[in-house]
Nanobody, 115 residues
Framework: QVQLVESGGGLVQPGGSLRLSCSAS????????MGWYRQAPGKERELVAQ???????NYADSLKGRFTISRDNVKRSVYLQMNTLTPEDTAVYYC?????????WGQGTQVTVPS
């Protein structure tokens, strides 16, 4: 059974940084695409960043340069370094893993940046 567990969320002041982690219950490989999505209040879930099975990364245009996605297959984890946070970054952040051709989601971790 595939399970993803996110951690690292919390409350941070504008301009601050957070590092999110997501650990998978199954072994992950370079061909397993992984990513982060977020859902802000009243908004649809949107792509934050992903790292594909071919090793390429993709970021939301508004976040490129502030957020960095990385992964560690040995630790079965994917990370999201978030810098220069703003209130607009407030959302629940979800980890996603494509495994066996299907997407799996974590439970989400809350990131709050007060105004």
């Amino acid at each position: 059974q595939v399970q993803l567990v996110e951690s690292g969320g919390g409350l941070v002041q504008p301009g601050g940084s957070l590092r999110l982690s997501c650990s998978a219950s199954v072994s992950i490989f370079s061909f397993n695409s992984m990513g982060w999505y977020r859902q802000a209040p009243g908004k649809e879930r949107e792509l934050v960043a992903q790292i594909t099975g071919t090793g390429t990364t993709n970021y939301a245009d508004s976040l490129k340069g502030r957020f960095t996605i990385s992964r560690d297959n040995v630790k079965r984890s994917v990370y999201l370094q978030m810098n220069t946070l703003t209130p607009e970054d407030t959302a629940v952040y979800y980890c996603r893993l494509v495994y066996g051709g299907f997407p799996y989601w974590g439970q989400g971790t809350q990131v709050t940046v007060p105004s």
